[in-house]
T-cell receptor, first 114, second 112 residues
Framework: AQSVTQLDSQVPVFEEAPVELRCNYS??????LFWYVQYPNQGLQLLLK??????LVESINGFEAEFNKSQTSFHLRKPSVHISDTAEYFC????????????FGKGTLLTVNP | EAQVTQNPRYLITVTGKKLTVTCSQN?????MSWYRQDPGLGLRQIYY???????DKGDVPEGYKVSRKEKRNFPLILESPSPNQTSLYFC???????????FGPGTRLTVL
């Protein structure tokens, strides 16, 4: 069975600082990987995804994540965060061939302080 | 606009009073799911459906029912709600080979 571990439940940073949100997964088969973001009092939005090909994927608002198969990781990074990036971030995994199940991590609350 | 809608968005009820949360998608997606979100636990899948009349249990199905009579709708039914079902509920759908799920806005349920 697949599982996802987000190593940090809370990450406080100052504005314009770099940030890394860590995600490790476990699966016996090939996977798709996702990062979702949940802004305060809102639903979940897809931030970025890894399906195949280049192991580095980027979002439109400056986040990037790198798939590392040997370390079974999919860490999310941003070189310079803004106050508006304050949100909860969820890493999720789906096994190839499974169109019905996403397994989520417990989430990381990113708080960007001025 | 492609979207998943849920109603109601907020609901306060009492123990034992049957309720239904509706979910509808306009993307002609085959797959639909219900999740609950609890602090410190992330999202956990309650039920999913692979097509009309095809549903199955997720990780936390106890106390819930679902039905899929039409492709676009996937209601979540709590026949006898209890306080431990107080949570934030999300409906999601996906239609492709890749399991990229589109989420509704969420329903915040409080059971007193």
């Amino acid at each position: 069975a697949q599982s996802v571990t987000q190593l940090d439940s809370q990450v406080p940073v100052f504005e314009e600082a770099p940030v890394e949100l860590r995600c490790n997964y476990s699966s016996s088969v090939s996977v798709y990987l996702f990062w979702y973001v949940q802004y305060p009092n809102q639903g979940l939005q897809l931030l970025l995804k890894y399906l195949s090909g280049s192991t580095l994927v980027e979002s439109i608002n400056g986040f990037e994540a790198e798939f590392n198969k040997s370390q079974t990781s999919f860490h999310l990074r941003k070189p310079s965060v803004h106050i508006s990036d304050t949100a909860e971030y969820f890493c999720a995994v789906s096994e190839w061939g499974s169109n019905y199940k996403l397994t989520f991590g417990k989430g990381t609350l990113l708080t960007v302080n001025p | 606009e492609a979207q998943v809608t849920q109603n109601p968005r907020y609901l306060i009820t009492v123990t034992g009073k049957k309720l239904t949360v509706t979910c509808s998608q306009n993307m002609n997606h085959e797959y639909m799911s219900w999740y609950r979100q609890d602090p410190g636990l992330g999202l956990r899948q309650i039920y999913y459906s692979m097509n009309v009349e095809v549903t199955d249990k997720g990780d936390v199905p106890e106390g819930y029912k679902v039905s899929r009579k039409e492709k676009r709708n996937f209601p979540l039914i709590l026949e006898s709600p209890s306080p431990n079902q107080t949570s934030l509920y999300f409906c999601a759908s996906n239609g492709g080979l890749v399991n990229e799920q589109f989420f509704g806005p969420g329903t915040r349920l409080t059971v007193l």
